[in-house]
C-alpha cells in the first residue's frame, strides 16, 4: 500500500528546461518535505510544508520553487535546471504532535538527469 | 542551526559480528533522533528513534543509545546479516514542533556485512 507517492521515477530534462516533480500522499499528514539527495550524500531539505505555511532553507537556491495545493499533493518545481541538479528528489510526510519528534515517511524518489 | 556529525564513513563487518555507528550533535535542545536505512536506490525507512526523555531503546537485533549530557547516540546491531547492508544515516530534530520541525542528517555510513 503507497503511502507516498512520486511520479515520475525517473526525469529527464534538458538543461534549462523547467520540470515539476510530484508528490501525493494517503496518510493525511499535515507536514510534506523536499529533499535534494546527490550520491553518497545525505539527504538535504530544500524546503517544507507545514500545513499551508511554506519554510524555505536558508541556502535553497531560487531555482527551485513549491507548491502545495492541498493537504495530499506538493509539487517541486525546477525554473531552470543546471547539470548541478541532477540528483534524487525525495518528498517525506510527517504529521506533527505536541513534543515534537515523529517519524518522516519517504517517498521513493525521482532521479533527475539533466543533459 | 544543528550539526550531526557521524562515524564512521564505512564500515566492514563479517556476518554475525556487532556494529556500532556513533553521531554527536551540537544543539542541546533537540529531543528526537531517528536512525535511517537506505538500501542502493531506495527510500530511506526508519528503523529505530530515540527521543531525549530515553536512555536506550532496543528492537531485536538493533539498539539505540543516548547521552544527552555528551551529545552523543548509537546504532548497535548484534549478530549482522548480509541484508543489513545499506547506508544509515542518524538524524536529530532541533524543534518541539511547529512550522521549525525537521531533521539533521549526519553524513552516513556505508555498512557492508560479508558472509
Known amino acids: 500500500d503507497a503511502m507516498v507517492i512520486q511520479n515520475p521515477r525517473y526525469q529527464v530534462t534538458q538543461f534549462g528546461k523547467p520540470v515539476t516533480l510530484s508528490c501525493s500522499q494517503t496518510?493525511?499528514?499535515?507536514?510534506m518535505y523536499w529533499y535534494q539527495q546527490k550520491s553518497s550524500q545525505a539527504p538535504k531539505l530544500l524546503f517544507h510544508?507545514?500545513?499551508?505555511?511554506?519554510?524555505n532553507e536558508a541556502d535553497t537556491p531560487d531555482n527551485f520553487q513549491s507548491r502545495r495545493p492541498n493537504t495530499s499533493f506538493c509539487f517541486l518545481d525546477i525554473r531552470s535546471p543546471g547539470l548541478g541538479d541532477a540528483a534524487m528528489y525525495l518528498c517525506?510526510?510527517?504529521?506533527?504532535?505536541?513534543?515534537?519528534?515523529?517519524?518522516?515517511?519517504f517517498g521513493p524518489g525521482t532521479r533527475l538527469t539533466v543533459t | 542551526g544543528e550539526n550531526v556529525e557521524q562515524h564512521p564513513s564505512t564500515l566492514s563487518v563479517q556476518e554475525g559480528d556487532s556494529a556500532v555507528i556513533k553521531c554527536t550533535y551540537s544543539?542541546?535542545?533537540?529531543?528526537?533522533f531517528p536512525w535511517y536505512k537506505q538500501e542502493l536506490g531506495k527510500r530511506p525507512q526508519l528503523i529505530i528513534d530515540?527521543?531525549?526523555?530515553?536512555g536506550e531503546k532496543k528492537d531485536q537485533r538493533i539498539a539505540v543509545t543516548l547521552n544527552k549530557t555528551a551529545k552523543h547516540f548509537s546504532l548497535h546491531i548484534t549478530e549482522t546479516q548480509p541484508e543489513d547492508s545499506a547506508v544509515y544515516f542518524c538524524?536529530?530534530?532541533?524543534?518541539?514542533?511547529?512550522?521549525?520541525?525537521?531533521?539533521?542528517f549526519g553524513k552516513g555510513t556505508l555498512l557492508t556485512v560479508n558472509p
Open positions: 496518510l493525511n499528514h499535515n507536514v
Open positions: 517525506a510526510t510527517s504529521r506533527d504532535r505536541p513534543g515534537g519528534g515523529v517519524e518522516q515517511y
Open positions: 510544508y507545514y500545513d499551508k505555511d511554506f519554510n
Open positions: 544543539d542541546s535542545a533537540s529531543n528526537y
Open positions: 530515540i527521543r531525549s526523555n530515553v
Open positions: 538524524a536529530a530534530s532541533i524543534t518541539s514542533g511547529g512550522s521549525n520541525y525537521k531533521l539533521t
